[in-house]
């Protein structure tokens, strides 16, 4: 199975840069994910990150090293409608492909 | 373009009423199928999932239970609903070899309160 960890909540302003870390122990590793949740809303797909490296879309970009087990999301130009949960998910090589959630991280983008 | 559906979106259910959550996929076929659940200030815990008409794998025992009639649908079911039922549930669905990566495509949710 996997462990995974990221920060419970966090605080920025308006325009300003922040990143989302994660940490994960697995057996094995066949991706990474980002989710993005609105409250009381479903999570809708961010990123994915198998190799090691920095993917950028957009304002988001995620970084992944396997070696040390850690990823990040990065948000940048922040705007009020990013106020939401991000959720980071595992998928291990155990052969049913299923993602394993982490607990959400809580961005509050503040004026 | 492929899309899911879930209902009913909101349930107030009394302890001991039964359940049932229904999801459809459309535009795809042969979807894996899950259903998560979502506590208040809790993570997704995976419940069950499918990877074909009639084949369910249960996650954590609990009172509920799946299944999988047709290739596109997907059932919640419970006869006794506990209070620690309440919460926020989601369908979703994968493909590898669709979207980015076989990532999961969710639902809109059913919130479901037992009282």
């Known amino acids: 199975g996997q462990n995974i960890d990221q920060p419970t909540e966090m605080t920025a302003t308006e325009g300003a840069i922040v990143q989302i870390n994660c940490t994960y122990q697995?057996?094995?590793?066949?991706?990474l994910f980002w989710y993005q949740q609105h409250a009381g809303e479903a999570p809708t797909f961010l990123s994915y990150?198998?190799?090691?490296g920095l993917e950028e879309k957009g304002r988001f970009s995620s970084f992944l090293s396997r070696s040390k087990g850690y990823s990040y999301l990065l948000l940048k130009e922040l705007q009020m409608k990013d106020s939401a949960s991000y959720l980071c998910?595992?998928?291990?090589?155990?052969?049913?492909?299923?993602?394993?959630f982490g607990r959400g991280t809580s961005l509050i983008v503040h004026p | 373009s492929q899309t899911i559906h879930q209902w009913p979106a909101t349930l107030v259910q009394p302890v001991g009423s039964p359940l049932s959550l229904e999801c459809t996929v459309e535009?795809?076929?042969?979807?894996?199928l899950y259903w998560y659940r979502q506590a208040a200030g809790r993570g997704l815990q995976l419940l069950f999932y499918?990877?074909?008409?009639?084949?369910i794998s249960s996650e954590v025992p609990q009172n509920l239970s799946a299944s999988r009639p047709q290739d596109r649908q997907f059932i919640l079911s419970s006869k006794k609903l506990l209070l620690s039922d309440s919460g926020f549930y989601l369908c979703?669905?994968?493909?590898?070899?669709?979207?980015?990566?076989?990532?999961?495509?969710f639902g809109e949710g059913s919130r479901l309160t037992v009282l």
């Open positions: 697995t057996s094995g590793f066949n991706g």
């Open positions: 979703a669905w994968s493909v590898l070899g669709q979207g980015a990566a076989g990532e999961l495509f």
């Open positions: 990150n198998v190799l090691d």
């Open positions: 998910a595992v998928r291990d090589s155990g052969g049913s492909y299923i993602p394993t």
């Open positions: 499918s990877v074909g008409i009639g084949q």
């Open positions: 535009g795809t076929s042969n979807p894996n």
